[in-house]
């Protein structure tokens, strides 16, 4: 895995939006094609209602950062989907890559640290579901229950739904408010951040509920680290 120390790439959304703005701007409310995702929209909710969230708990916001930007990119780049479940064998695979961050590229912060996740891009709760395309009440043909309910006559199918991008936003800032992560985000000791998101090849899941990888990075700086430990 190759990081990249010069990157200068800034998202659009980041650039163009603050908290308030973001919302106010209702781009958020725009719905989401499961198989035309757009990365840099979702990667930008995100950093939003997380921040929106900060400010509620009484913290600054974060701002962007190319730097953990680069890394957080070769490391979504790099790793499959199973690195992005949720759980705390996969915030460990993180941790070990975190490690190894500064012997290789220079940074002018002191502590890096981060999460993962997997988000579906549907309006979808956990629970049983099927994929059919005879149906025809769905534009991707999945909907909730048992398939061989759908062979009883007066079985009304329910689709299930796209979700917004606040709608997944809000469901991976509030999957990160769960052990280890949610020390992190809470934390007043980082400063500095970047989200990115990445879709997983559409063919493969034409069949499922889409999901997509999801990566946080947070540096701190040595001083402002060193005194909420006090």
């Known amino acids: 895995m190759q990081l990249d120390a010069n990157w200068e790439y800034v ?111 549907m309006d979808y709760k956990r629970g049983s579901f099927f994929y059919d395309r005879k149906i025809e009440a769905s534009k991707y043909n999945l909907y909730y229950g048992v398939k061989k309910d759908a062979k009883d006559s007066l079985y009304v199918p329910k689709p299930i739904k796209k979700a917004t991008y606040n709608q997944v936003a809000k469901s991976v800032v509030k999957e990160w408010q769960k052990g280890k992560t949610n020390t992190l985000i809470r934390s007043k000791a980082y400063e500095l951040m970047s989200i990115r998101v990445q879709q997983l090849p559409k063919h493969k899941y034409k069949k499922k509920i889409p999901v997509t990888k999801v990566i946080f990075l947070l540096g701190a700086y040595r001083n402002k680290f060193l005194f909420e430990l006090e």
């Open 11 to 121: 998202n659009p959304y980041m650039d163009q939006y603050t908290v308030d703005s973001f919302f106010s701007s209702g781009i958020g409310e725009q719905e989401i094609d499961p198989y035309a995702l757009n990365q840099e929209l979702l990667s930008s909710a995100i950093f939003f209602n997380l921040n929106k969230w900060r400010v509620g708990k009484k913290r600054e916001i974060y701002k962007y950062n190319n730097k953990l930007d680069g890394i957080a990119l070769t490391y979504i780049n790099y790793y499959r989907k199973y690195r992005f479940a949720s759980g705390s064998v996969n915030y460990s695979r993180l941790k070990k890559t975190l490690r190894k961050v500064p012997k290789f590229i220079p940074l002018d912060f002191t502590f890096i640290e981060g999460g993962v996740c997997a988000p579906f891009l």
